[in-house]
């Protein structure tokens, strides 16, 4: 009979920035990329943000893999329905170290943007470390069955939480879209707003730029 034996071992991982942190930064992002995505191609939709006032954080999916038949492009997932509590545990812990090693205590404004499958580890990040930033960006993504009301009680008044989406995702469906919005009412309750755009399950370099000027 077969059995499933854990080691604990030491490993590391990269990560992505973008432009440089000086005291003229305005904004710091931490920024968690989608399904598919390598944190040094995803950091790209930021690269239109002005340089000196925006510092951009992208942390790097654990798990790569070869994408299609040619086995020449590599994408990246944070997890899987296999052994899920567990690698939570290793892939916050990563996170932690990017934050203590990026982030000053003294930060200017913080904002953290999940994107499609992102949207599930900033989301577990910021509940499990009480992280509170200005803006939450929920984006594309679908918000963590296990998460409670609870879990956010932390958020000062002033953070806001974005829900945003396209009106023709192909990944979100009318079900999905109300699942979502009830789901992230309950859990993020005054500081939740909706913000549909024009488009499909793509990054809204538009909001982005939008959300760093404000």
């Not at 030491?10 to 000086?22: A, D, I, P, Q």
Request: with cysteine; net charge positive.
């Amino acid at each position: 009979m077969s059995k499933e034996k854990k080691v604990i071992y030491t490993s590391s991982n990269t990560y992505s920035t973008l432009n440089t942190l000086t005291k003229s930064t305005k904004n710091i992002w931490i920024v968690f990329h989608g399904l598919g995505y390598l944190s040094n191609y995803f950091i790209r939709y930021f690269s239109h943000l002005n340089s000196k006032e925006n510092y951009i954080i992208a942390p790097q999916a654990p798990s790569k893999y070869y994408q299609g038949n040619n086995f020449k492009h590599v994408g990246a997932s944070w997890l899987t329905k296999e052994n899920t509590l567990e690698e939570t545990k290793n892939v916050l812990a990563y996170i932690d170290e990017v934050f203590k090693t990026e982030v000053p205590a003294n930060h200017p404004n913080l904002i953290i943007l999940g994107y499609s499958q992102g949207v599930s580890i900033a989301s577990r990040w910021m509940a499990s470390r009480k992280i509170n930033c200005n803006h939450l960006v929920l984006h594309s993504g679908g918000i963590p069955i296990e998460l409670k009301p609870e879990d956010f009680s932390f958020l000062k008044n002033e953070v806001t939480v974005t829900y945003l989406y396209g009106n023709k995702d192909q990944y979100i469906t009318e079900a999905l879209k109300t699942e979502e919005v009830l789901k992230g009412s309950k859990l993020f309750g005054k500081h939740l707003k909706i913000e549909v755009f024009e488009g499909i399950h793509e990054v809204n370099k538009d909001f982005i730029k939008q959300l760093s000027e404000t």
